[in-house]
């Protein structure tokens, strides 16, 4: 059983940076698509962004051009460079992974100020 684990979450003032971990206890080299989600208070879980096994990557709209999404397949991570965050961007943020089914990471809370 596979578990990922994120890291790197915390207080940051608006147009700060942060970058989130996922570690995984396995090789990343078995999921086809990794993402990151994340979820605010009252609100829906939501897709932030995702990469593909061939390099595809695809954002929320909220996000393009200011997070950056990437995997270290050597180090069995993938990442999320956020830059320019806003109050907005506040929220738990998970990682997920695909293979055969779904894993999550237990999420790592990221909280903008204003």
């Known amino acids: 059983q596979v578990q990922l684990v994120e890291s790197g979450g915390g207080l940051v003032q608006a147009g700060g940076s942060l970058r989130l971990s996922c570690a995984a206890s396995?090789?990343?080299?078995?999921?086809?698509?990794m993402g990151w989600y994340r979820q605010a208070p009252g609100k829906q879980r939501e897709l932030v962004a995702k990469?593909?096994?061939?390099?595809?990557?695809n954002y929320a709209d909220s996000v393009k051009g200011r997070f950056t999404i990437s995997r270290d397949n050597t180090k069995n991570t993938m990442y999320l460079q956020m830059n320019s965050l806003k109050p907005e961007d506040t929220a738990v943020y998970y990682c997920?992974?695909?293979?055969?089914?779904?894993?999550w990471g237990q999420g790592t809370q990221v909280t903008v100020s204003s």
């Open positions: 997920q992974a695909s293979s055969y089914q779904y894993y």
């Open positions: 396995g090789s990343i080299l078995i999921f086809s698509v």
């Open positions: 990469l593909t096994r061939d390099g595809t990557t």
